[in-house]
């Protein structure tokens, strides 16, 4: 474990440096392995990856979102500096790797944002010119992940427009929005853009009513990629 990076209240980000790295793309994950004393066997779960290959794939960075009741991230939550983990991978077909030309759509809710943060760091390593929107959903904003760092890199970079949609404060004056994503909201910030790739991620509900609201929006199926967090 090289360290522990606070993201929420409920979240952190755990920067481990790998023995044997074999490189990754943006939007995979790797399985993390632990002993949990009321199981015979080893838990195994799937946490994505945040960090860009570039310019080190021996460092990856995972997000953790605390689960109530759950057997790892809550240990995981609770992991410091120095501490071991046992890490299998990279795995996922849930990838961009920024080579495609023309505009980008990014959606994600909670610890869905993991994979499209490392999307958005190497597209930012690539010197990427097209446009880019990230559309990320959060309870609150102290709970959204990555939000100022994504703040610095929407001000330092035109081609990335960043949206915050804050379900569960209506007062918090930094949200664009104070609802869930929507056709509403796709529509009012891609204009008369569409994108030439999509990638949703976060709970069921959300990734099928967005690729729903895009598909009646004239996006074509073919062009949208899912993953889905239960």
């Known amino acids: 474990?090289?360290?522990?990076?606070?993201?929420?209240?409920?979240?952190?980000?755990?920067?481990?440096?790998?023995?044997?790295?074999?490189?990754?793309?943006?939007?995979?994950?790797?399985?993390?392995?632990?002993?949990?004393?009321?199981?015979?066997?080893?838990?195994?779960?799937?946490?994505?990856?945040?960090?860009?290959?570039?310019?080190?794939?021996?460092?990856?960075?995972?997000?953790?979102?605390?689960?109530?009741?759950?057997?790892?991230?809550?240990?995981?939550?609770?992991?410091?500096?120095?501490?071991?983990?046992?890490?299998?991978?990279?795995?996922?077909?849930?990838?961009w790797t920024g080579e495609e030309a023309g505009p980008v759509l990014l959606v994600g809710a909670g610890s869905g944002l993991v994979p499209l943060m490392s999307m958005v760091r190497h597209a930012v390593h690539r010197g990427r010119s097209d446009p880019v929107w990230l559309i990320c959903s959060a309870a609150t904003?102290?709970?959204?992940?990555?939000?100022?760092?994504?703040?610095?890199?929407?001000?330092?970079?035109?081609?990335?427009?960043l949206v915050h949609c804050i379900t569960r404060d209506p007062t918090e004056e930094r949200a664009d929005y104070h609802r869930r994503v929507d056709k509403a909201v796709l529509s009012e910030c891609l204009g008369e853009t569409r994108p030439a790739r999509a990638y949703l991620c976060g709970p069921p509900a959300m990734v099928e009513s967005v690729a729903a609201a895009l598909v009646d929006l004239g996006v074509g199926p073919a062009v949208i990629a899912t993953e889905k967090y239960d």
């Open 141 to 161: 904003y102290d709970h959204a992940f990555y939000r100022d760092e994504l703040a610095g890199l929407a001000d330092m970079h035109r081609w990335l427009r």
């Open 1 to 95: 474990m090289a360290d522990v990076i606070d993201e929420a209240p409920d979240a952190v980000t755990l920067r481990l440096q790998l023995e044997e790295p074999g490189g990754f793309l943006p939007g995979q994950y790797y399985n993390v392995r632990l002993e949990v004393a009321e199981r015979q066997r080893p838990v195994q779960r799937a946490y994505s990856v945040g960090s860009s290959p570039v310019p080190d794939p021996s460092v990856i960075d995972l997000g953790v979102r605390e689960v109530p009741g759950g057997l790892l991230s809550p240990r995981l939550v609770g992991f410091r500096t120095g501490q071991c983990l046992e890490v299998r991978g990279p795995y996922g077909r849930f990838t």
